[in-house]
């Protein structure tokens, strides 16, 4: 199975915001992205939209299905926000191919942790439902309890996206400590989800060298990846970043 890269461009959206006009064009950047072959955008418009706006989700929602009309291709588009009556009014307004949810905390800079299900269970359940109903496939944000997990398919969602911050953080100190949490966390936690029939996504601070390793995470569907990768296109351009992160999934 053959593992996408979906492209969060959030960071292009805060470099916009921070100057006002449009300027980088957030619409030409995932052009660019999707050009270079990546197989799909992600945006996460928080409430204080401070990066991706309302207005950007629909400007790129026609852009995708603009581009895969031309190129008689594929790429998909996923939203991600909390589970709130604003994000679910915007997701059903827009028609994204996956609505990924994830538990948001007031004030905080990303998000950083998975949904507890034992208290959560019942609002995923209905959102689940809800984008069910819509076609649209739902992800949830989820951290590699086992206990947790081992509710996961009462939520009735489709897949889960594995949070991968305390591995990339491992990893960045000793590529060994990265190799150790992978095989003893995530790798038992992808057997538990898949065992529940669910399928695997995953996301947060991914990068081109610790992709080598995550990549071999048992039914791994798809990667979000936004802030390593719009870094490191800083310093070699946008197109090439992406190919090098295709390059480490494969």
């Given at each position: 199975?053959?593992?996408?890269?979906?492209?969060?461009?959030?960071?292009?959206?805060?470099?916009?915001?921070?100057?006002?006009?449009?300027?980088?064009?957030?619409?030409?950047?995932?052009?660019?992205?999707?050009?270079?072959?990546?197989?799909?955008?992600?945006?996460?418009?928080?409430?204080?939209?401070?990066?991706i706006r309302k207005d950007d989700v629909f400007v790129l929602k026609d852009l995708i299905d603009s581009y895969n009309r031309r190129h008689k291709t594929s790429a998909e588009y996923n939203i991600e926000g909390e589970p709130s009556p604003r994000y679910l009014d915007l997701v059903l307004a827009a028609k994204p191919d996956?609505?990924?949810?994830?538990?948001?905390?007031?004030?905080?800079?990303?998000?950083?942790?998975?949904?507890?299900?034992?208290?959560?269970?019942?609002?995923?359940?209905e959102y689940s439902k809800i984008l069910k109903k819509e076609r649209i496939r739902s992800s949830l944000f989820v951290e590699?309890?086992?206990?947790?997990?081992?509710?996961?398919?009462?939520?009735?969602?489709?897949?889960?996206?594995?949070?991968?911050?305390p591995f990339a953080e491992k990893f960045d100190i000793s590529p060994e400590e990265g190799r150790a949490i992978?095989?003893?966390?995530?790798?038992?936690?992808?057997?538990?989800?898949?065992?529940?029939?669910?399928?695997?996504?995953?996301?947060?601070?991914?990068?081109?060298?610790n992709l080598r390793v995550f990549a071999g995470l048992p039914g791994l569907s798809e990667v979000s990846i936004g802030h390593r990768l719009i870094s490191y296109a800083l310093e070699v351009g946008i197109a090439q970043s992406v190919r090098e992160y295709l390059r480490a999934l494969s």
């Open positions: 199975m053959k593992t996408k890269l979906s492209v969060n461009i959030n960071k292009i959206a805060t470099v916009r915001n921070s100057r006002g006009g449009n300027l980088p064009d957030l619409v030409r950047f995932a052009e660019l992205v999707l050009e270079a072959g990546a197989h799909g955008i992600t945006v996460h418009p928080r409430e204080d939209e401070r990066h996956q609505a990924t949810l994830v538990p948001v905390t007031p004030g905080e800079i990303t998000s950083d942790h998975g949904f507890d299900f034992e208290k959560d269970l019942d609002i995923v359940q590699t309890d086992l206990e947790n997990l081992k509710l996961v398919s009462a939520t009735g969602a489709d897949r889960v996206e594995f949070y991968t911050g992978f095989v003893s966390e995530y790798v038992p936690a992808a057997e538990e989800v898949l065992r529940q029939k669910l399928e695997i996504n995953a996301g947060h601070d991914l990068d081109q060298n």
